[in-house]
């Protein structure tokens, strides 16, 4: 790969570390600079600008743009314009690491994590040399040339400027999402199918998204579907995964999708099985804490309703008392508030800003709920823990980001769990 000339990356997490500490070794003459929209950032071996330094681009060879920056700020109209080349991590592997490797690239608006860690146990455990990269396991640079077989995850914040084809591409659903990074649903969608237009071999699709009516015209020709699973495969995943860690039956779909894809990579059935015996629920994924008589359900990842559908479906039976919002993303919250009473909702707590908006329509759909408009998850836990008993499991699913009061949703959920253990009995004040 030839630059010509120093190159910006354009954000400071931990992707921008990782093609940071890649391209100084890779090329070590090699200037890096970069910048970030949240102040003064330092990154090892670059020099930061400011972006008011950065309009500049002419001096740049290369931009390498870090996934939570959205491809559609004008800044990137300006760098096209200039004739200026664009990339991210994820194509700078392809670039330097495809060759002669299988790729399994698995998006989705929910579902996404857990169905990528289970294909790569599923793979791991049929002695197939696999590594788990993206938004979980590591960054892609980070994968690099260390096995046969990468299975990617990724958001649809990679999805719209993937630039090769994976050898399996999957999607586990479609839902509205991300409206304030790409502008629009449609281009939401758009985006995340971009996937698909890049001609990958096979396909998967969940079955929410085989049915998403923006999905089949989306699909480029000559990709051929995974082959289904028998009907007597699919029963033994489905006892599987009742009697593993699993919770749920939108995780049980998960472990269905994840089976074919596994198999479609090189998988034994004997594998499959038992990866998904030894999944173990992702962080702040349904994660539970017990206090005396009472669950806590940490689902901080829960960042749209319909996660937090799923969250309330996998505890169908109990007396819930719900705590959600956070960061609007102009998501709607009427189909949510419609079902609340049914999944055994009896109390709802809702944070800024979106609670503002399903508050709203609770009252309108189940007047019945009591519903609590806090200012902070600390307010929200401190009023449950003064209601007495009218409930036997709290979930904190806020079917929002978190931004608004996080700094991300690890943060959010980590401080739910020490709150839960500081104003409830069972638990230590810290």
Do not use: C, Q, W
């Given at each position: 790969m030839r630059i010509n000339g120093p190159v910006l990356i354009y954000g400071a997490g931990r992707e921008a570390r990782s093609t940071a500490a890649f391209l100084k070794k890779r090329y070590p003459a090699l200037d890096l600079f970069?910048?970030?929209?949240?102040?003064?950032?330092?990154?090892?071996?670059?020099?930061?600008?400011?972006?008011?330094?950065?309009?500049?681009?002419?001096?740049?060879?290369?931009?390498?743009?870090?996934?939570?920056?959205?491809?559609?700020?004008?800044?990137?109209d300006t760098v096209r314009a200039a004739g200026i080349p664009i990339t991210s991590n994820l194509n700078l592997w392809a670039t330097?690491?495809?060759?002669?490797?299988?790729?399994?690239?698995?998006?989705?608006?929910?579902?996404?994590?857990?169905?990528?860690?289970?294909?790569?146990?599923?793979?791991?455990?049929?002695?197939?040399?696999?590594?788990?990269?993206?938004?979980?396991?590591?960054?892609?640079?980070?994968?690099?040339d260390k096995a046969k077989v990468i299975v990617f995850e990724l958001s649809s914040y990679q999805t719209a400027d993937i630039a090769f084809a994976p050898d399996i591409a999957a999607l586990t659903n479609l839902y509205p999402e991300h409206v304030d990074w790409h502008g629009s649903v449609e281009r939401y969608y758009a985006d995340k199918l971009n996937l698909f237009a890049r001609s990958p071999a096979k396909i998967a699709l969940g079955k929410q998204a085989a049915a998403a009516a923006p999905v089949s015209t989306a699909i480029a020709k000559g990709s051929e579907p995974v082959s289904p699973l028998s009907a007597d495969f699919e029963t033994e995943i489905e006892n599987a995964a009742a009697t593993s860690r699993l919770k749920g039956a939108h995780n049980h779909e998960n472990a269905r999708l994840a089976a074919m894809i596994a198999l479609a990579a090189g998988?034994?059935?004997?594998?499959?099985?038992?990866?998904?015996?030894?999944?173990?629920?992702?962080?702040?994924?349904?994660?539970?804490?017990?206090?005396?008589?009472?669950?806590?359900?940490?689902?901080?990842?829960?960042?749209?309703?319909?996660?937090?559908?799923?969250a309330l479906a996998a505890y169908k039976g109990k007396r819930i008392a719900l705590i959600a919002g956070g960061h609007e993303r102009q998501q709607d919250y009427t189909e949510l508030a419609g079902l609340l009473a049914d999944a055994g909702v009896v109390m709802l707590c809702c944070l800024p800003v979106t609670g503002t908006r399903l508050a709203k329509a609770v009252r309108a759909a189940a007047p019945h709920i009591p519903v609590a408009e806090c200012r902070s998850l600390e307010s929200a836990v401190q009023m449950l823990a003064g209601t007495g008993t009218l409930f036997d499991a709290v979930i904190l699913s806020p079917g929002a980001p978190s931004y608004n009061q996080f700094t991300n949703f690890e943060e959010r959920g980590e401080a739910f769990k020490m709150l839960a253990r500081a104003y409830f009995p069972g638990g230590e004040r810290p």
């Open positions: 970069v910048t970030t929209d949240d102040g003064v950032a330092e990154l090892p071996g670059a020099t930061f600008i400011s972006p008011r330094e950065a309009r500049d681009v002419t001096r740049f060879g290369l931009i390498v743009k870090s996934p939570g920056v959205s491809l559609y700020k004008p800044f990137f330097h690491f495809r060759e002669d490797r299988t790729v399994v690239a698995i998006t989705g608006t929910k579902g996404k994590s857990t169905t990528a860690t289970l294909v790569h146990l599923m793979l791991i455990h049929s002695g197939v040399d696999a590594i788990l990269a993206g938004n979980v396991g590591i960054p892609p640079l980070d994968a690099a998988a034994t059935r004997r594998g499959i099985l038992a990866g998904i015996a030894a999944f173990k629920p992702l962080p702040h994924r349904l994660e539970e804490l017990t206090l005396g008589n009472l669950v806590f359900i940490d689902d901080s990842i829960s960042t749209t309703p319909e996660a937090t559908k799923a």
